[in-house]
């Protein structure tokens, strides 16, 4: 499922900050309804979709720096997401940001409010909305 999602456009990507522990930040998520499926390091030679809207976002909204990026696949409300955590070289296991793709409008918002409720910081969020026919 999620190769074929890889290379579907997204309809909205978030940013959140944050100062957690990975499992504590996996925990968060769960809270918020996110059930995620696997975690893993990401490639260095992807250049799906998701890839380069990472790619993108790395440039222009996160604080440079050397990091660890991990990727992982989760669902909220029957959408599929690909979650990448953001952790420094110097404390790998510590989750300085958290970047979120959905490929459903609307979805993000409502994500986005639970995560803020549990003490993330959001710091962008992007979001299409549906076509109107």
């Known amino acids: 499922m999620y190769n074929n999602i890889r290379y579907r456009r997204p309809t909205g990507i978030c ?14 998520l769960s809270f918020a ?16 979709y998701a890839a380069l809207a990472f790619r993108e976002i790395e ?15 989760g669902v909220f409300e029957d959408t599929p997401l690909i979650i990448r955590f953001y952790c420094p070289r110097v404390e790998p296991n510590v989750v300085k940001h958290v970047a979120i793709l959905a490929y459903k409008s609307n979805v993000l918002k409502r994500l986005a409010t639970r995560l803020t409720e549990l003490g993330w910081k959001q710091v962008f969020l992007f979001e299409m909305e549906a076509k109107v026919r």
């Open 15 to 28: 940013i959140f900050k944050l100062n957690e522990d990975i499992h504590d930040a996996k925990v968060s």
């Open 59 to 73: 440039l222009e909204v996160l604080e440079e720096g050397d990091y660890i990026m991990r990727e992982a696949y």
């Open 33 to 48: 309804g996110v059930e995620i499926w696997r975690i893993r390091r990401v490639r260095a030679y992807d250049n799906s």
